[in-house]
Nanobody, 114 residues
């Protein structure tokens, strides 16, 4: 399985970005897709996940600002990021996993200027 993330960039505080991650290859029917982020000098942390059935979860630090969604027909997961803050600056990574496998895409950099 290959994961290709896109949509990162430079935005001012309060702005919006939409990240996309397209999966290709032998994708298991039942899976969990998610977004993680890693700021410079910090550990990678979970941002949001969504099951193949559409059950979504976002962490408290982005709740109300970020929304995760997916299009199973396109094997694509999205992260809509609104009201961005400088502390959201990080490399964002896409992930796909189930009980037997765990795949990561190359990250996409999000930079929020104050």
């Amino acid at each position: 399985v290959l994961l290709q993330a896109s949509g990162g960039g430079l935005v001012q505080a309060g702005g919006t970005l939409r990240l996309s991650c397209a999966a290709s290859g032998s994708i298991p029917s039942f899976n969990l897709m998610g977004w993680y982020r890693q700021a410079e000098g910090k550990q990678r942390e979970l941002v949001a996940t969504i099951t193949s059935g559409g059950a979504a979860n976002v962490v408290d630090s982005v709740k109300g600002r970020f929304t995760i969604s997916r299009d199973n027909a396109k094997n694509t997961v999205y992260l809509q990021m609104n009201s961005l803050k400088p502390e959201d600056t990080a490399v964002y990574y896409c992930n796909l996993q189930n009980f037997a496998m765990d795949f990561w895409g190359k990250g996409t950099l999000v930079t929020v200027s104050s």
